[in-house]
């Protein structure tokens, strides 16, 4: 147990639609990241939030949008969903200086129907 | 482009052989991760790689760092079945905002 806690753990959900995926990091931890996987792109860095701030984008489409809290905890909105949105949403989150292992939460499946 | 290669993409080895995955990145970074994923599962941190000519050993498993080359290893000894998982390397990018770029992942199926 890495100590991220994810939720929910799936999900179904219509074309069209839009879903929140909630993360909660690890204890002590400021930098929480999002990323998808599937099998034809792999693992894709979407986003990183420092405390609060947005600190990195990666391959976030804009119908996707994050955002950090101040109990730390952060959520992911994905918006007007696609049956390609369809993934495995996997929140990090590391400390805030130096090394910044990442320890991963059990991810979010998403499916879209 | 930013790129994380790994090779091979697929694994199949027999216990208590000996093989090395590599990584290779195309552009300059000091700092490398490598990560198992079991199927089903998510990503365990295994090695955190800071400097040129780092090497770091956990069991069976031993990762080392050329940023010179760009190049990361995984070197596996005398496999046994509980390695088999998906390995990916990933490359912090200190000059793109410290972005994380991961590997296409080496699945690793270790025979009895």
């Known amino acids: 147990d890495s100590g991220v806690t994810q939720t929910p753990k799936h999900l179904i959900t219509a074309t069209g639609q839009r879903v929140t995926l909630r993360c909660s990091p690890r204890?002590?931890?400021?930098?929480v990241y999002w990323y998808q996987q599937s099998l034809d792109q792999g693992l894709q860095f979407l986003i990183q939030?420092?405390?609060?701030?947005?600190?990195a984008k990666g391959n976030i489409l804009e119908r996707f949008s994050a955002q950090q809290f101040p109990d730390l905890h952060s959520e992911l909105n994905l918006s007007s969903l696609e049956l390609g949105d369809s993934a495995l949403y996997f929140c990090?989150?590391?400390?805030?200086?130096?090394?910044?292992?990442?320890?991963f939460g059990p991810g979010t499946r998403l499916t879209v129907l | 482009e930013l790129k994380v290669e790994q090779n091979p993409l697929f694994l199949s080895m027999q216990e208590g052989k000996n093989y090395t995955i590599y990584c290779n990145y195309s552009?300059?970074?000091?700092?490398l991760y490598w990560y198992r994923q079991d199927p089903g599962k998510s990503l365990e941190s295994l090695f955190v790689?800071?400097?040129?000519?780092a090497v770091k050993q956990e069991g069976r498993l031993m990762a080392s760092l050329d940023t010179k080359a760009r190049l990361s290893t995984l070197h596996i000894t005398a496999a046994v079945h509980d390695l088999s998982a998906t390995y990916f390397c990933?490359?912090?990018?200190?000059?793109?905002?410290?972005?994380?770029?991961f590997g296409t992942g080496t699945s690793l199926t270790v025979i009895p």
């Open positions: 790689l800071l400097s040129n000519g």
């Open positions: 939030y420092y405390n609060g701030e947005e600190r």
């Open positions: 204890s002590g931890d400021l930098s």
């Open positions: 990933a490359m912090e990018a200190r000059n793109t905002g410290n972005q994380f770029y």
């Open positions: 552009t300059t970074s000091d700092r």
């Open positions: 990090a989150s590391s400390v805030a200086q130096g090394v910044r292992e990442q320890f």
